[in-house]
Every structure is written in structure tokens, then in C-alpha cells.
């Protein structure tokens, strides 16, 4: 028997930025276009965003404290651009990624975002902060083609996510939405 007492188990957490249907549509247009992909391309579209911070084992009571912080997060919207792609080498295999344009307002709110994870007693990543969108797992063989023009989305909202490696099939659950003011 379970001990109901006890603390629930730490969280892999991370706060993102989704594109819209549209920006998701051409991500998926753009990856179908390129050579040697999986039988079945993961992540599938819906999953798929722009990281801002990530953190593997989030506590109850730190995730308490971030979510607080999240509420007064502030920024103005923005337009995001994915303008190349690339393969990385990863733990667990290459990926295929998007790369952003560079952007300031992408850059100011990681930081913020990592000023109220930092808050909220986390410690954010170390390495300097590349912003990508993971358009492929398992892409070891696959051959990429340029983008025939950048891929954007209007960011209006940050989400705080909870990737529930638990359930069958593992998904990503909404813990929050801090949209722009």
C-alpha cells in the first residue's frame, strides 16, 4: 500500500513557447521535406516548442514557489523566427533542430524566466542559452534542407509544463499559462 503521506515525486518541469497551428504546419511542411526521416517523425507537432528553461527534478515545494514567481512574469509580445536547421548530437541520439533568428525579446524573457526559476531556489542551465525548436528525434540518417523562408509565430504567452514521463503514452501537462499583458 502506497504511503499517501508522502511528497509527491519531483517533476521534470520546463517553461516554453508553442507555435501556433500555422507555425506548427510549416515546422511539419519543412520536415517532410527533408531525406531519410523515421517512419513515424517524433516529436509529433504538437509537442513541439521552444524551450526556455528546463529542470529535471522539480520538488513540490520549489515548484510551489516557481509557479508564484511565473504569475508575475512580464513581456510584450513578440514575433519569433525559426530560420535554420540543423543536427545535433545528443545523449540520446542526433536531433534535428530549428534554430531562431536572433532575438532580443527571446533573450530577455530566458532571462527572466531564469531570474524567477532562480527565485524559486532552481538553478538554471549554465551553458549559454541556444534557442532551438526540436523538430526531430532519432535523425541519424536524415538529410536537411534549407527552410524556404523563416518560419514565425507571434508569442503572446509563456507555458509551464510538466513532462509526465509516468503516463502511457508519456505526454506534456499544462501546470500553467503566463500570457503577455
Not at 517553461?15 to 523515421?38: E, K, N, V
Not at 515548484?63 to 512574469?73: D, K, M, P, S, T
Not at 525559426?82 to 533568428?101: D, N
Not at 542559452?129 to 534549407?146: G, N, P
Amino acid at each position: 500500500m502506497a504511503d499517501m503521506t508522502a511528497a509527491p515525486a519531483p517533476r521534470r518541469l520546463f517553461t516554453a513557447l508553442f507555435p501556433d497551428a500555422g507555425a506548427l504546419a510549416a515546422i511539419d511542411a519543412a520536415r517532410q521535406g527533408w531525406g531519410s526521416l523515421p517512419r513515424r517523425p517524433r516529436p509529433v507537432p504538437e509537442r513541439m516548442h521552444v524551450t526556455l528553461q528546463f529542470f529535471n527534478a522539480v520538488d513540490a515545494e520549489r515548484e510551489r514557489a516557481w509557479r508564484a514567481a511565473l504569475a508575475g512574469l512580464r513581456f510584450d509580445p513578440f514575433d519569433i523566427a525559426l530560420t535554420r536547421p540543423e543536427l545535433w548530437h545528443a545523449p540520446r541520439g542526433t536531433i534535428a533542430v530549428l534554430r531562431t533568428a536572433p532575438c532580443p525579446a527571446l533573450d530577455a524573457l530566458h532571462a527572466a524566466t531564469g531570474d524567477l526559476a532562480r527565485a524559486a531556489g532552481l538553478a538554471p542551465e549554465v551553458r549559454p542559452y541556444k534557442a532551438h525548436l526540436t523538430a526531430l528525434r532519432q535523425a541519424e540518417h536524415v538529410r536537411l534542407a534549407r527552410l524556404a523562408a523563416p518560419i514565425t509565430w507571434r508569442v503572446g504567452a509563456v507555458r509551464l509544463i510538466w513532462s509526465d514521463l509516468q503516463a502511457q503514452p508519456p505526454c506534456y501537462r499544462v501546470l500553467g499559462t503566463y500570457p503577455a499583458p
